[in-house]
């Protein structure tokens, strides 16, 4: 399932005051990287029914609770919740290496769990990234 590309932007002062006075949050808030805006995580989804999440903030380790961006609607309509939600406890299993990959989401969170979630921009910068940023012959005509 593709990602959803839903944008907002982040609320940065309620953001702040969130990171600031929740329990294992960053000793500078300021400096946690936020720029502004916040892309959803969940897979496509009905937005009418489901409200877009994006993480602002991920207790180390382990994390009990992460700092969620939630909003619904458009324009004017659009409303944001700050909240502290536990992580989704689902792990994938890896067969072949006996591994565990977490689920970046939620707890109870509409599904997929993170691992069937693509986002085709990233994969591709990622690929970039691992090629060395290298082109072939065709891209660079």
Do not use: F, K
Request: hydrophobic fraction near 30%; include cysteine.
């Amino acid at each position: 399932m593709l990602q959803c590309t839903t944008l907002t932007d982040i609320p940065e002062i309620q953001a702040l005051v969130a990171l600031t006075t929740m329990p294992g949050g960053p000793d500078n808030p300021p400096d946690t990287g936020m720029d502004g805006h916040a892309l959803c995580e969940l897979g496509e989804h009905d937005a009418q029914h489901t409200q877009h999440a994006a993480r602002l903030w991920a207790v180390q380790p382990p994390a009990t609770h992460d700092l969620w961006l939630l909003w619904t609607g458009t324009g004017r309509r659009r409303t944001h919740h700050l909240v502290e939600l536990p992580p989704c406890p689902a792990p994938l299993h890896h067969l072949t290496t006996g591994s565990r990959s977490p689920c970046t989401l939620y707890d109870h969170h509409p599904a997929p769990h993170s691992w069937h979630i693509t986002d085709p921009l990233r994969d591709l910068l990622v690929q970039q990234v691992l090629d060395g940023g290298r082109r072939t012959p065709e891209e660079t005509d």
